[in-house]
């Protein structure tokens, strides 16, 4: 898609009638964000589908997390420290769990700030350390005392992502309701972060979307296009578009293709009020308020420290099943 020559043609935007509600109704992505509820198990069924190389296996093999504790893996990070495997115990007093989420996150960070996202797919220490932070917030979510107590122990700074992180998952927890342990869906690894982040500022500098907006979408939308199923009403790409839609505000491109699906986003939330008025656009993209919410929340934490978006592309894909949650993609 020619997105820089091809001239923009301003239209009212146009209700999103049977989109309803995003991908992301069916999954826990981004830090265990499940998407807007009301979608049934039958209807968010997808057709099995074998992974790329890349991608790990979907709901029908993919593996508990949780419940499972598991030994703490050896470090092959440049710091030499040890470093959660992908199953680690959860903490369930308030001291231990504060201390884990300041002890993890400053490993990330550090382990962000060393790599080189220009190099493409991440280190091992920083998916780790990603993952076990993702699963510390979603821990947290689902024990509303335990976090209060632990959050009144952090450092300002650390306390103010947490309450961001945690009342985003349960913004749109409330709506999900959980699906068929048989369900299978399909997913593949996530472009890398750097070529996204090309993309998100690209739009930007076009449409005047804050980068971090559109990143926050396409977090919460598909998990940075983890998720390859469209939705239950045919919403389509990594961002998400009803066809209809599409084609009023894709400009010519492909739905499926990243850099086309950020433009047409960027597009169409600038048709319907960004950046003058983001809840507004956001709400028009996806009418639910926890939607919105949760995707300004998210877009605040990148503002505030940009290792923000690293950490997020490197969380993974969950889907909650009446037989409990289970992780789709990320290291084994």
Known sequence: MDDLRRPFRARPPQPRTGRGRTLACLLLVSAAVAGTGGCGATATTAAPSSPSPASTPTSASAKATDAVPSATAS?????????????????????????ALR????????????????????????????????????HAARHRALADRAFARLPAALAAQAKDNVSALRELLALTRPIKPSAVFKVQAARPAAELLGHFRRAE??????????ASVMFVETKFGRVRADSHAGAQG???????????????????????AVMGAANYLHASGAPRDYRRALHAYNPSQAYVDAVLLHARQMRRDPRAYYAYHNWQVFVLTTAGERRLTGPE
């Open 75 to 99: 470090a092959g990070a440049s710091s030499g420290q040890a470093l959660p495997a992908p199953g680690a115990p959860l903490p369930t007093d308030p001291a231990r769990l504060a201390t």
């Open 103 to 138: 002890d993890t996150t400053t490993a990330l960070n550090a382990a962000i700030d060393r790599w080189r996202p220009s190099t493409g797919a991440p280190p091992r220490d920083v998916e780790l350390l990603a993952l076990y932070q993702q699963r510390l917030y979603r």
């Open 205 to 214: 500098r076009r449409f005047g979307v804050e980068w971090e907006v559109l």
């Open 238 to 260: 990594p961002m998400q578009f009803m066809p209809a839609t599409w084609r009023a505000y894709g400009m010519g491109g492909d739905v499926q293709n990243p850099r086309d």
